[in-house]
């Protein structure tokens, strides 16, 4: 299985500071057929379902604010809040596609300090 | 608009069985897969099981292999999620999710609110 290790466990930024999540995988999840990294970001606010926030380790999803983005291949990934709002605090999680089962990390509490 | 609705969660001694459904609508069912993913009460996620929208094609954690069972329903818009032999682990909050692109979509795109399955005497 392909472990998914997300650091920090949990984050403190500023309103309108950077917030950055890491997410390393066990094996690389940029399979040598294509050039796309399947890796999806996911934030979970208290009491409602995950989000979905980033697929294709950088492709956000439709709606969600150009704030959010992801980055890396391979092994490490990145996702990035530009600029911290609090509607932000959540908690993230990345999650790997590449191949069954499909792992998630172990998610990052995002807080405002 | 795309909708998710799970239901059937409740308590249920160890070792019983429970089925879980989820009715969609907004899309045509048939043309996505669907996938079950789980959180233990104050824990992280686990992917559960994914099945390709014809229904031929599915897939299952090691943690419920031979004890879960993913269906779909296509005529109804409903998917299933039959559990047996229930272990005190498997209490979690399990959410329906259609995925994303087409019919063998992996990435778990639009969630629906939940059902939670307690395993306890």
């Known amino acids: 299985d392909i472990v998914m290790t997300q650091s920090p466990d949990s984050l403190a930024v500023s309103l309108g500071e950077r917030a950055t999540i890491n997410c390393k995988s066990s094996?690389?999840?940029?399979?040598?057929?294509?050039?796309?990294?399947?890796l999806a970001w996911f934030q979970q606010k208290p009491g409602q379902p995950p989000k979905l926030l980033i697929y294709w380790a950088s492709t956000r999803e439709f709606g969600v604010p150009d704030r959010f983005s992801g980055s890396g291949s391979g092994t490490d990934f990145t996702l990035t809040i530009s600029s911290l709002q609090a509607e932000d605090v959540a908690v993230y999680y990345c999650q790997q596609y590449y191949s069954t089962p499909y792992t998630f990390g172990q998610g990052t509490k995002l807080e405002i300090k | 608009e795309v909708q998710v609705v799970e239901s059937g969660g409740g308590l249920v001694p160890p070792g019983g069985s429970l089925r879980l459904s989820c009715v969609v609508s907004g899309f045509t069912f048939s043309n996505y897969a669907m996938s079950w993913v789980r959180q233990a009460p104050g824990k992280g996620l686990e992917w559960v099981s994914s099945i390709f929208g014809g229904g031929k094609a599915t897939d299952y954690a090691d943690s419920v292999k031979g004890r879960f069972t993913i269906s779909r329903d296509n005529s109804k818009n409903t998917l299933y999620l039959q559990m047996s032999s229930l272990r005190a682990e498997d209490t979690a909050v399990y959410y329906c999710a259609r995925n994303e692109g087409a019919n063998d979509g992996r990435i778990p795109e639009y969630w629906g609110q939940g059902t939670l399955v307690t395993v306890s005497s």
């Open positions: 094996q690389s999840v940029l399979p040598s057929s294509n050039n796309q990294n399947y």
